[in-house]
């Protein structure tokens, strides 16, 4: 599947590109959002974008090409971005913090159990965890605490104990079929090993940490009136993004209290029914906005 960049026309509406602006994408995946930003800021409108992932980057670069300069592309981490722009320079912040349809669709990439992969889950292919580490070596507590922090899994110790059992477990479909096995017959709207999947894949990558770090960051490198845009796809994100956007809004319990931001989306946006329909991957999409004072 071609990558689709999901709330397309929010994220735009959001972040208001204009000609001449400079923006910063730190999560450019298969340059969907970037190609639009770019399209409403020319023709003299600049862009930087980072992803961990060497293979997003390419095909973000092949999409982007016909930008020429206006587009700088770094293989890193978001939470790096200040060290390529300044405090107060940027007009516009987009942070997507979904996987692309690039990364779920490569079965070697490990992030789908509905196809046979290895347990890898890593955006950046160098780094040192893996989803096979954690579910091969470390202890059934351990295991259980990331599946009921980063995947809300009620029954945590029960998969936990199941995947310590059946080990070694070397592949996605035999690790979905660990947790779909050990929770038996439970009638749910989403595959048993959804959370699963979901919480290995945070803790391989440092998802929240990383989430938690770069948001004053990103409100540091936006000049007043820049926007900041976010969109998550699950609560622990969402809560994270919508507890530091209120947090500079506004301080009922400090008088002297100075805002920062100011919440453009009071309620997240959500994805209309026809795209959902068109892309179901966007139906957990949650956009945010907010304004630098």
Known sequence: MAHVPV????????????????????????GGHAAGILERSGPDGRLLGFDRDPAALRAA???LASFGERVRLVQASYVRMAEYAEPGSADGILLDLGMSSLQMDDPARGFAFMREGPLDMRFDPAAELTAAAIVNEWTPHEIAAVLFQYGEERHSRRIARA??????????SRLAEVV??????????IHPATRTFQALRIAVNGELEAVEAVLPIAATLLKPGGRLGVIT???????????FMR???????????????????????????????????????????????
């Open 247 to 293: 947090s500079r809004a506004r301080n009922s319990e400090d008088a002297n209290f100075m805002p920062s931001l100011r919440e453009v989306t009071r309620k997240p946006i959500e994805p209309a029914a026809e795209e959902v329909a068109a892309n179901s991957r966007a139906r957990s999409a949650r956009l945010r906005v907010a304004e630098k004072l």
């Open 61 to 63: 670069s092949a999409r």
């Open 233 to 243: 796809f699950h609560s622990l994100e969402d809560r994270i993004v919508k507890q």
């Open 180 to 189: 779909a096995r050990a929770l038996g017959g439970r009638r749910e709207k």
């Open 7 to 30: 709330l397309y026309n929010s994220v735009l509406a959001g972040l208001q590109p204009r000609a001449g602006g400079f923006y910063i994408d730190g999560t450019v995946g298969g």
């Open 163 to 172: 995947i310590v059992e059946a080990r070694p477990i070397a592949t996605t």
